[in-house]
């Protein structure tokens, strides 16, 4: 433990966390966080990583029957311990708005690396997940199985059968505030090396905050500091803009506000942002069109799977007028020919997943048509992954997917390895969902490398998925109902660009 303990302080000097005159006093909480009194200075200790530093000190713990076996408790003393290393968070606030005075860069550079640096960003676990790229008819797109979820250790198992349920309303959910250092517990994440940072929008209080789990480069969450639904309407879309002009190396946006369509959280107003590009933004032009009322403002729909009306223009406020009338007409659009019924009764179908940015001078506002209506055929949505897509992905496609990187189940790590023993003729059956699928791609199998020929058959899969979720297909008569849509919102006819 000493030689642990001495691993982990000289890790965080080197991460700029503390300044050397920290060591003793960091080394002196460590040292009662783990009930132990004396230490004796350790040569020759090697630099390595905190989060496997951390890792070893909880085996450490377990082994000498200091630390239950159970996740959270393993979570609880990481957060704890790291937490020794953070400053508070008027500090880190503090040091934000110093950088940002510089340059909003240089502030996020500063609060992405102490993230990851204090172990709230995931990094090792995040590590295990595995990613890459594949082409297909819309342009590269970025692949992920997610497998940062941590396995339960047997002892954790063992234990929680003679444990009662833990009950508590705080903090109010995830995303709430007064998750900033708070300890954790059974049916809770451990908080307590948590910071935000706040912001303004709108004249609301609002935070800034990484994901734990982060999917993309600088993989942020914007969310409210008052615990409220989610809800897309002409605010949402300003509160986005006010974002991107703020940091304007971010895009910043929204899953949709209903079920089905929207994410995985609908109880807590938050948007998502980061430092990437995905195929989405390099997704070509299919039509062009204005708007008489906005003469400043462009729009252009995209050759991808779902419906996407990008807007431009120099002056947001513009925008912002523009994108109003694209979304209030979307809300009550009907086109039985495409199947869309903005309503039945009075449960709305219809919304949007809005994404904004800043390029060439311009600020941009995508608008992706959503509608969440179900039918006998496709229970799930008829706008949503249908049936012989779920074997890959069935879970709600928010913001990020129809950005174009795919987050796909930990199962399919096992299941696609099969699947590719089944291709070469190594084993004689697959998983039954996988079944029909593995039987095509054997068929067409030539002999190339079989995990490339599944790595991008399952793109493929997933890319189809989103042309599900479109609500104006990428065919002739989908298109040409896409164009009457505009038409109907710009009261004029839309330019081919192809």
């Not at 790229?133 to 059968?161: C, F, H, M, W």
């Not at 929008?201 to 993309?216: D, F, G, I, K, T």
């Not at 941009?364 to 706008?383: C, K, M, Q, W």
């Not at 897509?389 to 096992?414: D, F, T, W």
Request: glycine share 4%; charged share 25%; proline share 5%.
């Amino acid at each position: 433990m000493n030689e642990l303990i001495q691993q982990l302080v000289a890790q965080a000097i080197q991460e700029r966390l503390i300044e050397p005159e920290d060591a003793i006093y960091a080394r002196n909480r460590i040292l009662a966080r783990v009930g132990q009194a004396d230490f004796e200075e350790q040569t020759d200790v090697p630099s390595r990583p905190i989060p496997d530093i951390l890792d070893d000190m909880i085996e450490v713990l377990i082994v000498s029957g200091q630390l239950p076996a159970r996740l959270e408790d393993k979570e609880q003393f990481a957060a704890d311990v790291m937490d020794i290393f953070v400053a508070r968070p008027s500090d880190v606030t503090a040091a934000f708005r110093r950088l940002y005075a510089e340059s909003p860069v240089a502030a996020t550079d500063y609060f992405y690396q102490l993230s990851q640096a204090s172990n709230y960003i995931q990094t090792k676990r995040i590590a295990k997940n595995k990613r890459y790229q594949a082409e297909t008819a819309y342009g590269t797109i970025d692949v992920t199985i997610n497998l940062s979820k941590p396995e339960k250790d047997p002892r954790e198992i063992a234990a929680a059968r003679t444990e009662a349920p833990t009950t508590s309303n705080y903090p109010t959910c995830l995303l709430c505030v007064e998750n900033v250092g708070y300890a954790g517990r059974a049916n809770h994440p451990a908080r307590a090396n948590h910071r935000i940072v706040p912001l303004t929008l709108l004249e609301e209080s609002w935070a800034l905050q990484y994901s734990p789990y982060v999917y993309y480069n600088e993989h942020s969450i914007i969310l409210s500091q008052e615990h409220r639904d989610m809800v897309i309407n002409r605010d949402a879309f300003a509160r986005l803009l006010a974002f991107v002009e703020q940091f304007p190396h971010y895009f910043a946006g929204s899953n949709a506000d209903l079920p089905i369509v929207g994410g995985s959280i609908l109880t807590h107003d938050h948007y998502q942002g980061g430092r990437y590009t995905f195929a989405m933004d390099r997704a070509n032009a299919l039509t062009s069109f204005t708007f008489p009322d906005q003469p400043t403002v462009t729009g252009e729909t995209l050759h991808w799977p779902l419906s996407v009306l990008r807007l431009k223009s120099e002056d947001a406020s513009a925008l912002l007028d523009a994108a109003t009338t694209v979304y209030e007409t979307w809300l009550t659009y009907t086109d039985e020919s495409q199947e869309i019924r903005s309503h039945t009764g009075e449960t709305r179908h219809n919304t949007v997943t809005p994404i904004a940015r800043q390029r060439d001078g311009q600020f941009e506002l995508d608008l992706v048509l959503r509608n969440n209506r179900t039918s006998a055929e496709h229970p799930d949505g008829i706008f949503h992954t249908h049936a012989d897509i779920h074997h890959i992905k069935r879970e709600n496609i928010g913001l990020i997917e129809v950005m174009g990187l795919a987050v796909l189940p930990a199962r399919l790590l096992q299941e696609l390895q099969q699947v590719e023993q089944f291709i070469t003729g190594e084993v004689d059956e697959v998983a039954v969902a996988h079944a029909d699928w593995a039987q095509e791609l054997k068929q067409a199998y030539d002999g190339q490398d079989v995990t490339m020929y599944v790595e991008k058959a399952v793109a493929a899969k997933f890319v189809r998925g989103l042309e599900d979720c479109g609500v104006f297909k990428q065919t002739e008569a989908g298109q040409a109902a896409f164009g009457r849509f505009v038409q109907l919102v710009t009261r004029q006819p839309v330019e081919e660009q192809r």
